[in-house]
Structure formats: structure tokens, C-alpha cells
């Protein structure tokens, strides 16, 4: 709980460090304009589809990174740009689902293969059955 809270902490100071020190502004949008409910349990259940097949900020090399390998964190970086002032609230539920999910993921990989090192550098996965 504590590494959610500073990881949290960490992400919304450089935002606000951002905000103070460039002339770029943040969260000016009110999502309820541009999105409903639907959109909100489709994005925290499927990021990847939603992401591609919406209208939601696309492209850029580090956008595509998250599009691969952190599809939450990159949810919820789009939202703390474009809806924390007026929607603060859904960013910081954003914030939650993105940390709690991905490390969610990974502890069920984790649970799900037994990895044994064999000498070397090579690794050998072994599926468990639950």
C-alpha cells in the first residue's frame, strides 16, 4: 500500500511541478462531455481495445510503449492531462486501477508459472495447474 501511495504521490508532484514551471495546461477538459459510463468500464476492462478503437489521444513513440506494455499506466496518464482539473476525483480512480492492475497481472503471472533457472542463462517456464 505504501509503494501505491508514493508511486501516486511521485506521478501527480511532477504533473503539478509541470503545471508551475511550463506554460502547459492540464486537465482543462470535463470528461462527462466527451465520454459516459459505458466508455469508463470499457476502458478499465479493456484498455488495449478501447484505446485503439476510440477517440482517445493517439501515436508517439512513448504512447505505443504504453500501448504494449503498461496499457493502464498509459490510461491513466491520457486522463491526468486531459481531465484533472475538473474530473480530479476519476483521475485519481484512474491512478488506482492502473497501479493496482498492473501489479494485479503480474502477481497472477507470477502465481501461475513456476520459473527454475537451469544453468546458464537459460530460463525454463513450467505451467501450473490450479
Excluded: C
Aim: proline fraction near 2%.
Amino acid at each position: 500500500m505504501i509503494k501505491i501511495l508514493i508511486t501516486f504521490l511521485a506521478i501527480t508532484g511532477a504533473t503539478a511541478l509541470l503545471m508551475n514551471f511550463t506554460d502547459i495546461q492540464f486537465g482543462i477538459e470535463n470528461y462527462w462531455d466527451n465520454h459516459g459510463v459505458w466508455f469508463l468500464i470499457f476502458i478499465t476492462l479493456f484498455p488495449r481495445l478501447t484505446l485503439l478503437f476510440s477517440n482517445v489521444a493517439f501515436g508517439g513513440f512513448f504512447w505505443w510503449l504504453g500501448f504494449f506494455f503498461a496499457p493502464r499506466i498509459l490510461v491513466a496518464v491520457l486522463a491526468t492531462i486531459a481531465y484533472w482539473e475538473q474530473n480530479s476525483i476519476l483521475v485519481v480512480i484512474s491512478w488506482l486501477m492502473a497501479i493496482g492492475g498492473e501489479s494485479g497481472e503480474k502477481v497472477v503471472v507470477r502465481n501461475r508459472y513456476d520459473v527454475v533457472k537451469k544453468g546458464g542463462n537459460v530460463l525454463e517456464a513450467e505451467f501450473r495447474r490450479l
